[in-house]
């Protein structure tokens, strides 16, 4: 049927074929590529009969974005490529070029037929990328060991404002021996799970800092969540004990409770460091991920502090900084609001509401907070309250650390406005790689016109992008990130099924890599762009005050949150929910700068 149709439409031409699609489909239809021969069409005794030498030939079609010809010239072949101007990135065209001819004149066609991976990537390519990476001695440490030597050196200096509450180090640390002494004295074995469902407050920090000093693996539960899934994340992580409140109900009856209400804080109580692996698990988080399910994520002390170290030092984190705490337990923000600023010796703020944005401001302001680390919308509703309350600058904010989610193009320089001292960094990654893999500085005075890039790994982490062949992606293709490094979780709890398809050994590579389900792409630069889901689905990683009503965080959602605001103005008293639009919208918005030119 195939030949009979072929010679009943030969006369049927390639530009009637491209005028019938465009009708069809209601827009303008182009082949970019095209492949033109002139092989055979002359006689060996013609191509090398010429007297001359070529020096310029093209060929320009509008429609044509690469025109690979071949010809017979002189005693061999001419390939050369017609490519359109300015339609590709700079040096993209050169490296693919180089490539092909590499592959022209390899005359090994045996090991060019076994081998899977027979395009390789150009060595000045390969150099770039590996100049991006940064790997730095390092000692691996207790995610708690930081906060112990912070209680020896700063006894007396603020460690934890909480409900209108100061505490020193030395007080904040007598507080988590007591948990840590009452975990004892229920028998906690080392690498116990001890889930942890209380608000934010003094006794939240204790208890976490507390199971890890009495050499457990702390288990944050979302107190806001619904008490089903409550429930489900304690039993699917066999959890031994819950530190909890005397008001909370209905708990599980598989795990020992602790109520904080019947602990007693003893003065003086030395807190000291127990002899832990620190390849044990520090902390399991449960993320929803793309299935809505929840899955226990387990991190070691070393991957956390890898994380932590690096960005201590890359962004002088000092003993005279102050966090905002304003994430929520159960997400992996929280580790470094914690840990990194306990390691060095500086002071944590908690809302007693994660949901007024109002006391965000009063507290970043009678603070003077110097590091905000947020997801993007939660920076945006700051934002909008500041601006609303005619707060104009804030001076002492010299740190800005946004993750978990798309920045739009117009924030860097919405904050600008009001934060003008501030470093702005985007970093993302996974919870699977120990909170942050890559980073990426933002100018606030560059016009971003897509996205804000996603950046080059952090210390002692690797990214690679790969193709459905598991071969390494060239610059400007799109294909699917993977982590590697020190960061790597130790797996899903209880889950060596899952674990297995999402930690897998590259053999050419000769690493573990963890499979994101996340597309990016490299740049010239060596620099990744960030290019959505694998499946195309859009996390909601807005907190529940975000999109009260609507959707919770770790949820999915058939609708996307455009710019959304809840602004709580204490002249109006009332939530604003700005921009929801469905997602396809936002989707076009990132389409690829160079989508005709990918190869």
């Known amino acids: 049927v195939g030949s009979e149709m072929c010679i009943r439409d030969r006369s049927y031409s390639g530009i009637e074929v491209l005028r019938e699609m465009t009708r069809l489909k209601k827009k303008e239809v182009i082949i970019p590529y095209v492949f033109t021969s002139t092989l055979s069409m002359v006689s060996r005794k013609e191509s090398t009969n010429h007297k001359g030498n070529l020096i310029y030939k093209i060929s ?205 804080v003893a003065d003086a109580l030395e807190v000291e460091v127990l002899n832990t692996n620190t390849n044990q698990a520090a902390y399991i988080i449960y993320t929803s991920g793309t299935t809505g399910n929840p899955k226990g994520v387990v991190i070691s002390h070393a991957s956390a502090m890898n994380t932590i170290n690096d960005v201590i030092r890359r962004y002088n984190i000092t003993k005279n900084d102050s966090v905002l705490g304003i994430s929520n337990l159960a997400f992996d923000l929280s580790v470094f609001d914690i840990f990194g600023i306990f390691a060095v010796g500086g002071k944590l703020v908690l809302p007693t509401d994660e949901k007024n944005v109002s006391e965000w401001g009063t507290l970043l302001l009678e603070n003077q907070i110097t590091i905000w680390n947020s997801v993007p919308a939660q920076m945006q509703m700051l934002l909008s309250y500041l601006e609303a309350e005619k707060k104009r600058k804030v001076e002492k904010l010299r740190l800005i650390m946004l993750s978990g989610d798309w920045i739009p193009v117009q924030l860097p320089k919405r904050m600008k406005q009001i934060f003008g001292n501030s470093r702005m960094i985007s970093l993302g990654g996974a919870t699977e790689a120990s909170i942050w893999s890559i980073a990426y500085e933002i100018n606030p005075d560059y016009v971003y016109e897509k996205s804000i890039p996603y950046g080059i790994p952090l210390s002692n982490q690797k990214f690679y992008i790969l193709d459905d062949e598991m071969r390494e992606c060239p610059d400007w293709v799109k294909g699917r990130i993977y982590i590697s490094g020190k960061g790597l979780a130790l797996g899903y709890f209880k889950d060596d099924s899952l674990t297995c398809r999402k930690f897998v050994f590259h053999k050419e590579l000769e690493e573990r890599l963890y499979d994101t389900g996340d597309m990016g792409r490299y740049r010239t630069d060596g620099v990744i762009e960030f290019l959505g889901r694998e499946d195309g689905r859009i996390a909601a990683f807005c907190a529940e005050a975000l999109c009260s009503g609507i959707c919770q965080k770790g949820i999915y959602w058939p609708f996307e949150i455009l710019d959304a605001e809840i602004v709580m103005n204490s002249l109006i008293n009332e939530e604003i929910l700005i921009g929801l639009k469905e997602n396809d919208k936002k989707m076009q918005e990132h389409d690829l700068n160079y989508e005709e030119g990918e190869l």
Not at 91 to 106: C, D, G, H, P, Q
Not at 114 to 129: F, H, T
Not at 235 to 259: G, H
């Open 60 to 264: 320009q079609t509008p429609q044509v974005l690469i025109d690979c010809q071949v010809m017979e010239y002189k005693e061999g072949i001419l390939v050369n490529w017609d490519v359109r101007e300015k339609a590709f990135p700079k040096k993209m065209i050169e490296m693919a070029f180089r490539t092909f001819s590499e592959m022209l004149i390899y005359t090994d066609t045996q090991n060019m037929l076994a081998d899977k991976n027979v395009i390789k990537l150009p060595s000045d390519m390969k150099e770039i990328r590996k100049k991006k990476e940064v790997n730095y001695p390092y000692i691996p440490q207790l995610l708690h060991e930081g906060f112990c030597e912070s209680v020896k050196k700063y006894p007396s200096k603020i460690a934890l404002c909480s409900n209108g509450k100061e505490y020193t180090y030395k007080e904040l640390g007598e507080y988590a021996t007591s948990v840590k002494k009452e975990l004892l004295r229920k028998n906690i074995k080392t690498a116990d799970i001890v889930a942890i469902e209380l608000k934010k407050g003094i006794w939240q920090i204790a208890s976490v800092l507390g199971v890890l000093l009495a050499g457990g693996t702390y288990l944050p539960v979302d107190i806001g969540q619904p008490r089903n899934r409550k429930n489900k994340i304690e039993l699917d992580a066999q959890a031994k004990f819950i530190i909890t409140s005397n008001k909370n109900i209905d708990l599980l009856d598989c795990a020992e409770k602790i109520y904080v209400e019947d602990m007693v």
